[in-house]
């Protein structure tokens, strides 16, 4: 039986995007459940990933920019201390369910041909940084804009900094991972 190839939208598949509501506390609180997700679950499998293909620094990577998805949720809770534990969004559960679904494949993609994996996995970390900084989170500072709530548009514009730095980092190491392997070659 034949392993199916991962490819970079299946990969894609595992991030979950925050929703905007109508109500801007469910908006904060899909929000805070995907920056959790992205701290709890998805970098971390990448950095397990980057581990396993003997990519110490690439994890660790993916490990620091899990640490500040959390911060994220931190800045945003201080500010809706009511949201507590928030509800699991049905995209972030498509999202877990389709890490699990493709994990153990991965794990014997990375044995095959590490590059592959490692390299997706950091395209997907660049399209996942940019779709929030780009398109996700402008939507949310400028609906916290149009309410007249200064203080969580400054959060959410924090945020949209931090990730744009966040799709640089994995850039510059995308660039890098490339040139070391191309060198290689």
Known sequence: MSMPEITEDMIFECFAAARKSDDMGKTASSFVDVEEYENEIMYPEFARWASKA??????????????????????????????????????????????????????????MNPDSVIEKALMVAIRVEEREYLDIYPRFRDQALANNDEATAQVYQRVIDSEQQHAEWFQGALDSYRETHLQMA
């Open 54 to 111: 003997g990519h110490p620094d690439l994890a660790k990577l993916f490990r620091k920019v899990a640490g500040e998805e959390k911060l994220h949720a931190v800045w945003l809770r201080e500010l809706y201390s009511d949201i507590g534990t928030p509800e699991r969004g049905e995209d972030t559960q498509r999202a877990i369910d389709a890490l699990e679904t493709i994990r153990a494949n991965c794990d014997e993609l990375i044995a």
